[in-house]
């Protein structure tokens, strides 16, 4: 089957209540309030939190201010997986999940007696745009003989489908297990990061080829410049970048293993490939470091080009008062995943989750609480 590129643009696909254009997003990204506003929607926020039960979970690509609100009201700011772990592990009813639609949903689909709301539903991700499940349910169907590994950032119905969900951090564990079995591999979406296992594991994989819009704009020239001026520096990159930039990475890791990665001894410049969002937990995380931003589309970028996730950026202070004030009656917010659908997508997660508890992966790793993480996922 020919497998056509991917255009995230326009996607023609899937339900029109969560197709959200990146211009459409850019357009509906909150405007920041004052300081004094900001004040009084924090203090209602962490009013209404109590009121309602619920506990914020927030990616570290969202505004640095939702991420330190997650931390003071006893939520948590982490990579895609640990967010739903932490959701599953909560003494509260209720969750609000600061971060994409496939991250709600994955809450639900683990969680599915709690009710999980997110600030904006149209928050949507590339990857899981350009992957409709219709599409690759077909692309399945035409190669029965492959083990079907998805990715995170994959809708509930695309999961429905798969054997097995992995993150950036246990992706080359899981894959080189199945690869040691002799298994072949059909691996969705992203064709970067499915190289970059293949690469490192040796695995037959078949790969479809999806991307992420804001990975895919990291320059690898310019990184070799950049690298050149800062000699010392380390760079880090996350495996959905393409493979001439993730050959420049002396850390290829997911968002928790970047930010550790700040923390290597003797190193005090470090060069990130990733979305700036993470920036803020860096400097939390390690004061003292300089932290640069790895260089987009040099001379020729654009707004596009800024290393950013549009539909990150749709979470704000006030629509998140908006959901926890008025979205726990109106139902507006509320992330549903079809029962019988869910209990399907659950079964390739339940696997990952069992593989890392078998395999002594204390929480699939650089997918646990900073303090827990490992090291990046490997070498480029
Ligand atoms: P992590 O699981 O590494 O946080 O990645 C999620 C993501 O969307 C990266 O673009
Ligand atoms: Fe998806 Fe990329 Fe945004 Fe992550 S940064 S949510 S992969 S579009």
Redesign the pocket.
Known sequence: MDIKPVEFDLPEHGSPEISCKPSQAWARVPAQPSTAEKSALKAEIKALLKARDAVLVAHY?VDAELQDLAEETGGCVSDSLEMARFGRESAHQNLVVAG?RFMGETSKILNPEKRVFMPDLDAT????LGCPADEFAAFCDQHPDRTVVVYA?TSAAVKARADWMVTSSIALDIVGHLHAQGQKILWAPDRHLGQYIQRQTGADMMLWQGS????DEFKAEELKMLKAQHPDALVLVHP?SPQAVVELADVVGSTTQLIRATQTPGVNTFIVAT?NGILHKMRQFAPDKMLIEAPTAGNSATCKSCAH?P??AMNGLVNLRDVLKTGFDSGQGEVHVEPALGRQAYRCIDRMLDFAKTHGISGPRGQGRLEQAHQGVGPA
């Open positions: 690509y994409v991700c590339s990857l899981d950032n992420c819009l804001v990975h959905e979305d996730c539909w990150m």
